[in-house]
T-cell receptor, first 112, second 112 residues
Framework: DGGITQSPKYLFRKEGQNVTLSCEQNLNHDAMYWYRQDPGQGLRLIYYSQIVNDFQKGDIAEGYSVSREKKESFPLTVTSAQKNPTAFYLC???????????FGDGTRLSIL | SQQGEEDPQALSIQEGENATMNCSYKTSINNLQWYRQNSGRGLVHLIL?????REKHSGRLRVTLDTSKKSSSLLITASRAADTASYFC????????????FGTGTRLQVTL
């Protein structure tokens, strides 16, 4: 079955630590996205990538970094510079940017 | 910033009733999309309506778009308990590639 796999489902970060969230898709989609969702809120765009080896900042990129070395993979690193990282992180992909987005089941990040 | 605002924030109905959710937005759009999110899961795309369309149907879903009022509505007919979820509208602004802007969502509870 084609889809998007996010791992881990739950992640805990210590103060001053960087953590990396994994996102893999086998849908052969060009575009991939990272969103942050806070309780009772909509989604806010962190980073997006339209093609391999290229990515752009979204609305809330500070404290986050990404890479897109392979079409299938778009990992997100939450750095120690992100002072309020506790949230639900969602990865999505689309065939091209105009098409509807397909989502993974998210990673819930908490602070120890 | 949040482009779409859903109304109501929460809706509780009985099985068999219709559910109507509204979305208002601020700027000109290329298209508007509705997504569904079950608790603790990723979003699932429901329907996309383009700016030159006024109404679209998909199964028990009916979406309308009024660009003069910058608003859209999602109607779910003959609701089932399995329809319990949060529903989000997302807009793609005119002239901007890639970025979808999500609203804050309507939490729908369908009781037996």
């Amino acid at each position: 079955d084609g889809g998007i796999t996010q791992s881990p489902k739950y992640l805990f970060r210590k103060e001053g630590q960087n953590v990396t969230l994994s996102c893999e898709q086998n849908l052969n989609h060009d575009a991939m996205y990272w969103y942050r969702q806070d309780p009772g809120q909509g989604l806010r765009l962190i980073y997006y990538s339209q093609i391999v080896n290229d990515f752009q900042k979204g609305d809330i990129a500070e404290g986050y970094s990404v890479s897109r070395e392979k079409k299938e993979s778009f990992p997100l690193t939450v750095t120690s510079a992100q002072k309020n990282p506790t949230a639900f992180y969602l990865c999505a992909s689309s065939l091209v940017e105009e098409q509807p987005q397909h989502f993974g089941d998210g990673t819930r990040l908490s602070i120890l | 910033s949040q482009q779409g605002e859903e109304d109501p924030q929460a809706l509780s109905i009985q099985e068999g009733e219709n559910a109507t959710m509204n979305c208002s937005y601020k700027t000109s759009i290329n298209n508007l999309q509705w997504y569904r999110q079950n608790s603790g899961r990723g979003l699932v795309h429901l329907i996309l309506i383009r700016s030159n369309e006024r109404e679209k149907h998909s199964g028990r879903l009916r979406v309308t778009l009024d660009t003069s009022k910058k608003s859209s509505s999602l109607l779910i007919t003959a609701s089932r308990a399995a329809d319990t979820a949060s529903y989000f509208c997302a807009t793609r602004k005119t002239g901007t590639a890639s970025k979808l802007t999500f609203g804050t969502g309507t939490r729908l509870q369908v009781t037996l």
